[in-house]
């Protein structure tokens, strides 16, 4: 597949890494409701796992720069190996994807628009989803870079409003959860959001610079981590345990709290827009990746034609997937975790041991 | 309504595409795309949407018998949650 591929820089893979990892992490906070007060624990032990995979990918990516993620797992697995690969990758982006999707219309339909169907919303996003994906990854990373800022800014004044409300550390006292507990909030943590860093592996050919390709990712990584680590800590300290672990939107119902004096009150629309965004940025980040991937498997010329199709597969997929939220949950606590082990870490675990291998033949 | 006509674009579309890949570049390209919008169309048809997997079923199947063995080699109950 040879076509014209627009480079991004590095600060704007790192915009697009905090914004993808982002995405919706904080909606549910389920890993919160596991491990309550020693969340950050296995939100830490998470990001750190994701920060190893990340150096493996960017190993991976050094050795062969002038190679896509999609060519280099055919030059070390072979064709038939990297196509069984790749189409594993294919089912885990038709996964999250479908979760997204799924996550932000359940959002939209019981704390917005009760009365919308959620596939009227699913199918706005997938054509606005479809729109970005067609302009390419340089349009999408600057759209990223433009917006970011202000949803940073947004994020920071939301905190501090948050911060007002809480009182005592909600985060003491300090390892009340059993090892296993912490273990298993870990691996809730790395499969949503930090394990979707494999993602990025897909792009990493697309940086400009890529010495700086695992900065960039850190960057990105990291303050997802804080960003998540801190919605975490606010929503215990003003909303307490107990309501925590009974709202379905705990960050969002601890936002509702927030009012400045008796004028200004609802600033919850911004957490909105910032999930809404952030999270219709992941998607096309998904959606991008798949075209990609898809093109690449099934030997395409040009991805373009492609790109409507797919946004259509995941609005069909979405259709038949996760209907109820408690669909959604049972699949985040228990399919999830366990289903993505295999792409977001076995798979880059073995390239880089193939790589290695390589290395050491020539 | 919705879903109908998703189903009918898809279908429209990949005969288009079908036709135009036939001409410009290969018969499997022209095939793949006729495939991937016949799949689509038919999780948009009641009939066959029942009766296709999808990416949550088919690894609620692989996985459900994984996810119980881990969960309780961790001792983790979550129907406490």
Redesign the interface.
């Known amino acids: 597949m040879k076509e014209f591929q627009d480079k991004i820089n590095h600060g704007q893979f790192a915009c697009l890494s905090f914004s993808f990892l982002s995405g919706f992490s904080t909606l549910y906070l389920l890993e919160a409701?596991?491990v309550k007060h020693d969340v950050w624990m296995s939100n830490l032990l998470a990001t750190f796992v994701a920060m190893g995979v990340l150096r493996l990918l960017c190993y991976v990516q050094w050795q062969y720069p002038n190679s896509s993620m999609m060519e280099i797992c055919e030059k070390l697995f072979g064709k038939w190996v990297a196509k069984l690969v790749l189409v594993i990758y294919l089912?885990y982006f038709?996964?999250l994807g479908?979760l997204a999707y799924r996550a932000l219309a359940s959002f939209f339909t019981t704390a917005i628009l009760p009365n919308t169907?959620s596939?009227?919303l699913i199918?706005c996003m997938v054509l606005a989803i479809s729109y970005a994906i067609y302009l390419e990854l340089g349009a999408i990373a600057r759209a990223i870079q433009f917006i970011l800022p202000l949803f940073v800014l947004a994020i920071c004044v939301i905190s501090i409003s948050i911060l007002q409300e809480v009182e005592t550390n909600p985060f003491l006292p300090q390892f009340q959860s059993?090892l296993?507990?912490i273990?298993?909030g870990g691996i809730l943590s790395f499969a949503f959001p930090f394990g979707k860093s494999v993602v990025l592996g897909f792009l990493l050919s697309r940086v400009r610079n890529t010495k700086k390709i695992f900065i960039s990712s850190i960057v990105g990584l990291s303050l997802s981590s804080i960003y998540l680590i801190a919605s975490s800590y606010l929503t215990f300290g003003s909303l307490g345990m107990t309501l925590t672990?009974s709202a379905t939107f705990p960050f969002f119902s601890a936002i509702q709290l927030v009012k400045f004096g008796e004028y200004m009150e609802r600033i919850e629309i911004v957490i909105i827009a910032i999930w809404t965004v952030t999270t219709l940025f992941e998607l096309v980040v998904i959606q991008y990746v798949f075209v990609k991937v898809m093109g690449h498997v099934?030997?395409?010329?040009e991805s373009k034609?492609?790109v409507?199709?797919?946004g259509?597969?995941f609005?069909?997929?979405t259709?038949?997937?996760?209907t109820r939220m408690s669909?959604v949950i049972f699949?985040n606590?228990?399919?999830l975790?366990?289903?993505s082990l295999v792409p977001t870490a076995f798979i880059p675990v073995c390239l880089a041991i193939m790589t290695m291998i390589r290395k050491r033949q020539l | 309504m919705l879903v109908y006509a998703v189903g009918f674009i898809s279908i429209c579309y990949g005969i288009k595409e079908f036709l135009r890949l036939r001409r410009k570049s290969t018969k499997f390209n022209a095939l793949v795309m006729l495939l991937l919008c016949g799949v689509t169309a038919g999780y948009c048809l009641p009939v066959f949407s029942d009766a296709m997997p999808t990416v949550e079923s088919l690894y609620k199947y692989v996985f459900n018998p994984v996810s119980h063995y881990f969960l309780n080699l961790l001792h983790i109950h979550l129907e406490n949650l």
């Open positions: 409701k596991v089912f038709l996964e479908g169907p596939n009227v199918f059993g296993s507990e273990v298993y672990k099934f030997r395409f010329k034609p492609l409507l199709p797919v259509l597969l609005f069909a997929m259709q038949n997937s996760y669909d699949y606590y228990e399919i975790p366990f289903s």
